[in-house]
């Protein structure tokens, strides 16, 4: 297989020269380029992208199966943080990121496992999905390898890497019972597994402290939803006997919630305290802070990356056992100490 050296002799230039042709950089001729383009075409060059992938077998090209039913993608905050740590660290190794996504035009009519197919993928990431779709689970059960992000499938060769969800919302209702709160509302999101964890840690802390939870008290919405969050707040705060404690399901909505409550003429936390998830960007600028729970999304996406390409370099000697990574309160301002 021809080299760069080999071109570069034949063609009589150097091979700083070369690469810069191969590479259509500007600052050398049209007819420099062309001739050389030509010549390493006769010779049979390979670019050494192409050559390692001949060599090894591989594509050296992730997919990352990411969407929501918010249709947030990208813009979501907390997966698109852990989707940059893991693009980063994945081109470290020498790996591209592509993404699979069904809705466009030409592709609506293959599965997510015809995508990675006929894409040549070694490996996808797969977060923010709904994990229950045929389409999904058929990629999960194939021979690609998977990392999933806050979801776990114990009976298939499928790597999962968690936030700990169960430590987190028990850390953050602890802090807010120790402010002497005992009246603490919880919107949740929709059904999934992480919402499941956060509901039943919060159900645990309450019992282990002996405070009832009234039905009134917990609603299920969803993630992401500013008018629910408004309207379930003003729901909340109408009651006979009101929270003196919210907390949201992620600190998005916490915004929506706390712009009502200031709306119904009430102050945060002199009146109300508040609590959200996730410690993104926001939660540090709003005023007062907002008490939340940080969740470490570089590591997330850095260990998803690092994990889900050990399954492709060493299959067979890889543990699938789950990674959960820690999480974190941060006290924020937005929960005071409170007295009946």
Not at 14 to 43: C, F, G, P, R
Not at 81 to 101: M, P, Q, R
């Amino acid at each position: 297989m021809a080299s760069i050296k080999d071109i570069a002799k034949l063609c009589g230039v150097s091979v700083a020269t070369v690469s810069k042709a191969l590479n259509d950089k500007a600052d050398i001729s049209e007819d420099t380029k062309q001739h050389i383009k030509q010549v390493a075409k006769q010779m049979g060059y390979v670019p050494q992208y192409y050559a390692r992938a001949i060599r090894t077998n591989k594509s050296y090209n992730i997919g990352v199966l990411f969407m929501d039913d918010a249709n947030c993608g990208l813009t979501h905050d907390y997966f698109s943080s852990i989707l940059n740590s893991f693009k980063v660290t994945a081109e470290a190794k020498g790996y591209d990121i592509t993404f699979i996504n069904s809705n466009q035009p030409h592709d609506k009519h293959k599965t997510y496992l015809e995508h990675c197919r006929y894409r040549g993928l070694d490996g996808v990431m797969i977060a923010c999905i709904d994990f229950d779709n045929q389409d999904v689970e058929a990629l999960i059960n194939s021979d690609i390898p998977v990392v999933t992000v806050d979801r776990t499938y114990p009976d298939t060769n499928t790597m999962s890497v968690l936030s700990d969800n169960a430590s987190g919302m028990k850390e953050l209702v602890e802090y807010i019972i120790s402010q002497g709160h005992k009246r603490i509302a919880y919107l949740s999101g929709e059904t999934s597994a992480v919402t499941s964890e956060r509901v039943t840690s919060y159900q645990n802390v309450m019992l282990e402290h002996g405070l009832d939870i009234p039905p009134e008290y917990h609603i299920s919405t969803e993630y992401r939803n500013l008018t629910a969050a408004r309207q379930y707040t003003r729901q909340l705060l109408s009651l006979p006997t009101p929270p003196s404690c919210i907390i949201y399901q992620d600190d998005y909505s916490a915004v929506g919630g706390m712009e009502t409550i200031r709306d119904m003429g009430l102050s945060i936390p002199e009146d109300v305290s508040v609590a959200g998830y996730d410690d993104i960007f926001i939660a540090s600028q709003l005023r007062p802070r907002l008490t939340t729970v940080h969740q470490d999304t570089e590591v997330i996406g850095r260990i998803a990356a690092e994990k889900l390409i050990s399954l492709i370099e060493h299959k067979r000697g890889c543990s699938y056992k789950p990674v959960i990574v820690d999480s974190c309160l941060e006290k924020g301002e937005s929960v005071k100490p409170y007295t009946e």
